[in-house]
Nanobody, 114 residues
C-alpha cells in the first residue's frame, strides 16, 4: 500500500477557494488512479473527483465547474483546487489511491462558513 498525507484544509468563507494536496510515497505513483472523497457529518462518504494514470478526470455533478483535480507525478502529489466554495462543501476530504487495492489518507477538514 501507498502512504498518503493530505494537507491544505481549513476554514474559508462562502465563495472562497482552497487547494488540497495529497503527497504519496512509493515508486508507482504514476500508475495509480487518484481520487478525492469527502464525508460530511451524518452522511456517507462520496466520491468528489478522480484522475486516472493517463490524466483523465471526472467529477461529481455538484462540483463540476468549481473543482479541479490534477496530479504531479514527479512530486508524487495530487491536488484538488476548490473554487466558489459553498457551505455544502463542508466535510472531511480524503485522498484515495487505487492500484488493485485502495489506500487512504487521514483526511483534512474543510469548513465553509461566514
Amino acid at each position: 500500500q501507498v502512504q498518503l498525507v493530505e494537507s491544505g484544509g481549513g476554514l474559508v468563507q462562502p465563495g472562497g477557494s482552497l487547494r488540497l494536496s495529497c503527497a504519496a510515497s512509493g515508486s508507482l505513483f504514476r500508475l495509480y488512479t487518484m481520487s478525492w472523497y469527502r464525508q460530511a457529518p451524518g452522511k456517507q462518504r462520496e466520491l468528489v473527483a478522480v484522475i486516472t494514470f493517463s490524466g483523465v478526470t471526472n467529477y461529481v455533478d455538484s462540483v463540476k465547474g468549481r473543482f479541479t483535480i490534477s496530479r504531479d507525478n514527479v512530486k508524487k502529489t495530487v491536488y484538488l483546487q476548490m473554487n466558489s466554495l459553498k457551505s455544502e462543501d463542508t466535510a472531511v476530504y480524503y485522498c484515495n489511491a487505487h492500484l488493485g487495492q485502495d489506500s487512504w489518507g487521514q483526511g483534512t477538514q474543510v469548513t465553509v462558513s461566514s
